[in-house]
């Protein structure tokens, strides 16, 4: 069936050292893929998302490439800042209606 | 625009009581979730309406959980009787029906307490 794996947390980085949040998928047809944040006692805010293959999506310093033939969408950020600190979660949206996520992966930004 | 809007923030109630969640979708969103988070499981999707019509209520725990939609603008998801197990974030999301990409909106979440 259709999922989403993400990369197992927490992952600990000092300030301005590089992030790379691993996520693959599997999905039957052409999904749209997505990477959320949540920050402590908030809801899930769009970070960025890929429609179609080989799109990027950017936002905030934070892209990921839409990669069909290996069926990723890994998040990175050159520069982490303690600000980032939250959990990330991948997801995948199939047809109208259908959203799968992942489990979130934490992540802490130390000063 | 305002965005879900979900109510209350919190609550803490005690085991056997009825607890009623609310949540205003964003206005012209024609889809409606519920989604319960917790450490153990993650996000779980409980339900999702359509133009108001429940589509699939599959993820809804038990028959002490139900949810409404009167109007476009209104949902709620209530528990009876409450249960400790049912302690958890209970987030109500909103999107279009339109377009591939469509994003799926969070509300800030409804953080329930049963003791």
């Known amino acids: 069936g259709d999922s989403v794996t993400q990369m197992e947390g927490p992952v600990t980085l000092s300030e301005e050292a590089f992030l790379t949040i691993n996520c693959t998928y599997t999905?039957?047809?052409?999904?749209?893929l997505f990477w959320y944040v949540q920050y402590p006692g908030e809801g899930l805010q769009l970070l960025l998302k890929?429609?179609?293959?080989?799109d990027k999506g950017s936002n905030k310093g934070f892209e990921a490439t839409y990669r069909k033939e290996t069926t990723s969408f890994h998040l990175e950020k050159g520069s982490v800042q303690v600000s980032d600190s939250a959990v990330y979660f991948c997801?995948?949206?199939?047809?109208?209606?259908?959203?799968?996520f992942g489990t979130g992966t934490r992540l802490k930004v130390l000063a | 625009d305002a965005g879900v809007i979900q109510s209350p923030r919190h609550e803490v109630t005690e085991m056997g009581q009825e607890v009623t969640l609310r949540c205003k979708p964003i206005?012209?969103?024609?889809?409606l979730f519920w989604y319960r988070q917790t450490m153990m499981r993650g996000l779980e999707l409980l339900i999702y309406?359509?133009?108001?019509?429940?589509?699939?209520d599959s993820g809804m725990p038990e028959d002490r959980f139900s949810a409404k939609m009167p109007n476009a603008s209104f949902s709620t998801l209530k528990i009876q009787p409450s249960e400790p197990r049912d302690s958890a974030v209970y987030f109500c999301?909103?999107?279009?029906?339109?377009?591939?990409?469509?994003?799926?909106?969070f509300g800030e979440g409804s953080w329930l307490t049963v003791v």
């Open positions: 999301a909103s999107s279009e029906s339109q377009g591939l990409g469509n994003t799926i909106y």
């Open positions: 997801a995948l949206k199939i047809g109208t209606y259908k959203y799968i």
């Open positions: 999905a039957t047809g052409y999904p749209s």
């Open positions: 890929a429609t179609k293959a080989d």
């Open positions: 206005s012209g969103h024609d889809y």
């Open positions: 309406f359509n133009n108001n019509v429940p589509i699939d």
